[in-house]
């Protein structure tokens, strides 16, 4: 018997590192996913375990090699954003992988912003709202100025997705999914890094941008692979929509945070849309993909405890409640309201990618995408859109996988990756 074709996914979360398997067909046939436990840095805040990453990055691939029914084809990977690997001339790690939630030096940010220009200004042109560490070229800038002799020894940073790869290829490269997510690296007008990254010398130490389906023939443990050069997790999640439908779309993709994204927005941010947290994130064929974001996931966990509390009820009574017009049970109609409030700031939210675009469909995934409540309202909130939950098997590693389709699957791309539900709104009040 044959072994199945397959390309083998890591999917690197900040929670969850999972190994994915897929066959032709794009059907998930292996996976395992692993938890591992955070070190600290030297000022002792929490940061990613690079050694564990890399030993486990290795043992997973040794694994799946052995497994006599699949017959790896290629290798790509997907991670979080704002995440810089820094590496020396030798190829090894000079500092730790910083944390993007660690706070940044007032005196650094304020050197920063004397020097380039106020911060709605370089927000403006990166399409990056000012998030201190999460606008990983502060990241690169502050080791630069706070721990100088460390910085000399850099010879390459590479965004997480991109050192994933290098374990494996030994290449060092940039990808624009990664460099397009609110780095503040870009100038989203000049198409070209901005002018303070070029003028600190910080270009020198960006490895070359190659496109999204690049890939590098690798040789591993008696093996050749295709191995792709990595994508940043959101660019990845919406590359199956973009494979599988062509009329004008906004991807609601729902969470801890809910991330309104449309690809079909090319239009300069706002002082407006900064202010409102919204971004520009790169997609994987170099346009610009604007989004919105809102931290509803975490606002809704938050009213449903608090709900139950004031009602005396577990929180599990609230997982599946059904859309009704008529609630009358006091502590659903406190749960309706609820949902009327998340749906009002949602609008708001998704409105701001939405406007002037020729957009006519909403696919929401994630969480609220199996909640009858929340898709009832918001299609009566866009009643001029088409309103759907989608859902399918791992979008995010099933985009990397889409990726570099070309260089390992034999059959064209299914036209069957994504179930679809419709919501109509012409029969609901919001």
């Known amino acids: 018997m044959q072994p199945t074709p397959v390309i083998a996914v890591f999917d690197v ?8 398997l897929f066959d032709e067909s794009y059907n998930i046939v292996f996976e395992r996913s692993a938890r591992f436990n955070e070190i600290v840095d030297e000022d002792g805040f929490a940061c990613e375990n690079l050694d564990t990453l890399k030993k486990s990055v290795f043992d997973a691939l040794n694994e799946v090699s052995r497994l006599e029914q699949f017959e790896v084809k290629a290798v790509n990977f997907s991670a979080y954003g704002a995440s810089f690997v820094y590496l020396d001339k030798d190829g090894n790690t000079v500092v730790p992988l910083y944390n993007y939630l660690k706070p940044y030096p007032e005196d650094i940010k304020k050197k920063f912003y004397d020097t380039y220009g106020d911060e709605a200004d370089i927000a403006f042109k990166t399409a990056s709202p000012a998030l201190e560490s999460l606008n990983s070229g502060l990241q690169l800038y502050r080791i630069k100025y706070q721990k100088p002799e460390l910085f000399k020894r850099i010879e390459y940073g590479l965004h997480l997705p991109q050192y994933l790869s290098y374990l494996l290829t030994g290449k060092t490269f940039s990808d624009m999914t990664s460099i397009g997510c609110h780095t503040a690296l870009w100038d989203f007008e000049k198409n070209d890094y901005h002018d303070w990254v070029k003028q600190e010398g910080l270009d020198k130490i960006l490895a070359p941008i190659a496109p999204a389906d690049e890939r590098i023939p690798s040789y591993f443990n008696g093996r050749w692979y295709q191995a792709g ?7 990845a999640a919406l590359i199956p929509y973009l494979a599988s439908f062509h009329e004008p779309f906004i991807l609601l993709s729902t969470g801890t945070w809910s991330i309104s994204l449309n690809p079909f927005n090319q239009s300069p941010l706002t002082p407006e849309e900064l202010a409102n947290d919204c971004l520009n994130y790169i997609q994987y064929k170099g346009k610009p993909v604007k989004a919105s974001r809102l931290f509803s996931g975490h606002e809704y966990d938050q009213g449903i405890k608090q709900i139950a509390e004031e009602f005396g009820h577990d929180v599990i009574k609230y997982r599946n409640i059904p859309y ?60 001029q859109l088409e309103v759907y939950a989608a859902s399918m098997a791992q979008a995010t590693a099933m985009g990397t996988a889409l990726a570099i389709h070309n260089c390992w699957n034999t059959k064209p791309i ?17």
């Not at 979360?13 to 994915?20: I, V």
């Not at 050069?229 to 660019?235: A, F, P, V």
């Open 13 to 20: 979360g900040k929670t969850n590192k999972k190994l994915f």
């Open 229 to 235: 050069i990595g994508l940043h997790d959101s660019s």
């Open 324 to 383: 009704d017009i008529n609630v009358s049970e006091p502590d659903v109609v406190a749960y309706y309201k609820l949902m009327h409030d998340l749906i009002d700031k949602q609008k708001i939210s998704t409105g701001y990618v939405l406007k002037d675009t020729p957009v006519k469909r909403i696919f929401v995934d994630g969480g609220f995408s199996k909640n009858s409540v929340f898709m009832h309202l918001l299609a009566a909130a866009f009643p």
């Open 414 to 430: 299914p036209h069957d990756l994504i179930n679809l539900k419709y919501y109509s709104g012409s029969n609901y009040a919001v």
